[in-house]
Each structure stands twice: as structure tokens, then as C-alpha cells.
């Protein structure tokens, strides 16, 4: 078992940067994937960003890859989303998901955690 917890999200203005981070606790991450999605109210889940933890290899979507930025820290068993140039749109609930390889894909995530609100102002 795999537990990510997120932290780091709040309330930003536009034009803003935030930082989210995500601990995961239970296991050691070798050979998993550790990413990043969104969801807001009535939407589907969309995919942000992943790394592998081995190589560090990483995805991004086309629409963020240019303002955030996926990293890890194997010591602290963490990875980060560095956001920058938030904008309104980026308003959503992060999640943090563990997976056995990387992937953009929810479905190919076993381990959720239980999400950051991250609210961007106008």
C-alpha cells in the first residue's frame, strides 16, 4: 500500500506561482509513477503531469507544459508540481496518484490521495 497526501495548495492571483507537493508514505517507489491531475465540479479528471521515479523521465499536458513543472526528491519519498503563471482556468482540486508505471491515464494510477484545492483569482 501506497498513501500520497498533497499539500501546498491555496489562493493565488493570477499571474501567480504555487507549489503543491505530495509525500507518499508505505513503500519505497522504485520502479512506480507518481502524478498529477485536476478535476473541477462537473468536469472529468484531467491529466497534468507524471515522473517516473526511476529515471525521472516525465510527461506533461500540452496545455501546462510550458507554466509547470513536474520534480522529485527520493530522499523525501515526494514529488512537486511548481505552477506558475496560474490563471483562473487552473482552478481545480489537485490530486496526487501513484502509479505502477507512468502514464497519463487515471486508470493506470492505484493510489489516489485526497486531493488540494488550488483557486485562482482574477
Known amino acids: 500500500q501506497v498513501q500520497p497526501v498533497e499539500s501546498g495548495g491555496g489562493l493565488v492571483q493570477a499571474g501567480g506561482s504555487l507549489r503543491l507537493s505530495c509525500v507518499a508514505s508505505?513503500?519505497?517507489?522504485?520502479?512506480?509513477?507518481m502524478g498529477w491531475f485536476r478535476q473541477v465540479p462537473g468536469k472529468e479528471r484531467e491529466f497534468v503531469a507524471t515522473?517516473?521515479?526511476?529515471?525521472?523521465?516525465?510527461y506533461y499536458a500540452d496545455s501546462m507544459k510550458d507554466r509547470f513543472t513536474i520534480s522529485r526528491d527520493n530522499a523525501k519519498n515526494t514529488v512537486y508540481l511548481q505552477m506558475n503563471n496560474l490563471k483562473p482556468e487552473d482552478t481545480a482540486v489537485y490530486y496526487c496518484?501513484?502509479?505502477?508505471?507512468?502514464?497519463?491515464?487515471?486508470?493506470?494510477?492505484?493510489?489516489w490521495g485526497q486531493g488540494t484545492q488550488v483557486i485562482v483569482s482574477s
Open positions: 496518484a501513484v502509479g505502477r508505471g507512468i502514464s497519463r491515464r487515471g486508470r493506470d494510477y492505484d493510489y
Open positions: 508505505g513503500r519505497t517507489l522504485g520502479t512506480y509513477a
Open positions: 515522473i517516473a521515479w526511476r529515471n525521472s523521465i516525465t
